[in-house]
């Protein structure tokens, strides 16, 4: 049966796995995998596990009970390897990597940061600055523009939606990053302008939640900000 890796941490890290159960139905028991000064939290499971809430919620558990007692690499839900001896094999073989992620990541925690705008209110803002945009706009309003008109306008909007939006996320990282140890940018997606995560020292964290709410406050009540965390570090490792 293949083996579920949940994390990996030091040798001498404590592993308080009385009481956690692992992924499955039933729930698999938890046990170490060690390489050196390197050990896996695993468990068996079957293939093609799918993520359901008490999976989840089972890898979450495991996760959260090795951090709090110092670095853990968290892996993400899903992970498996042929057996045991193969994730010895890769802890030996990657060992290096391992260890200077568990030291960046000791004494840190993620947060994740979505942010977006109201479209109508960039889109007011975009149609009064441009001239441009503004007569194309007026001229589609009377109901016989040609067609090449009305798509210079669709062009123009989005590509000035695009170009304030990256401004507006460039800004706004320019003022978070100094909170921040490490940042890991995602795609946006529709009707973001931000998506990223944030690696924080443990001990900065109130001070970026307020750095990170003094943003939304910037914004207005045109901007959300969606602040998630603090998170297992799964971004950065």
Known sequence: MP????????ADHPA??????????????????SAGDLVAVVSDAEEGLRAKRRDVLAHEAVVEALMAHGATLPMRFGLLGPDDGKVAEVLEHDGDT????????????EFHLKASRDEEDLLREIVADSVEIRELNERTRSGDTPQE???ALGELVARE??????GQAEETLRRLEPVA????????GAGHFLNVSFLVPAGSSKEFVHAVR??????????AFTLTGPLPPYSFV
């Not at 391992?98 to 925690?109: A, F, P, Q, V």
């Not at 003094?214 to 901007?223: I, P, T």
Request: negative net charge; glycine residues 10%.
């Open 3 to 10: 083996t579920y890796v949940y994390a990996i941490v030091s």
């Open 161 to 166: 939606i695009a170009v304030r939006n990256a």
């Open 98 to 109: 391992y260890r200077s992620r568990l030291t960046e990541l000791d004494g840190h925690l």
């Open 149 to 151: 008109d009305r798509v």
């Open 16 to 33: 308080p796995l009385e009481g956690l159960q692992g992924v499955g139905e039933p729930p698999a028991a938890l046990r170490t995998v």
């Open 214 to 223: 003094e943003e939304a406050d910037r914004g207005g009540d045109a901007c």
């Open 181 to 188: 140890a490490r940042v890991a940018r995602s795609e946006p």
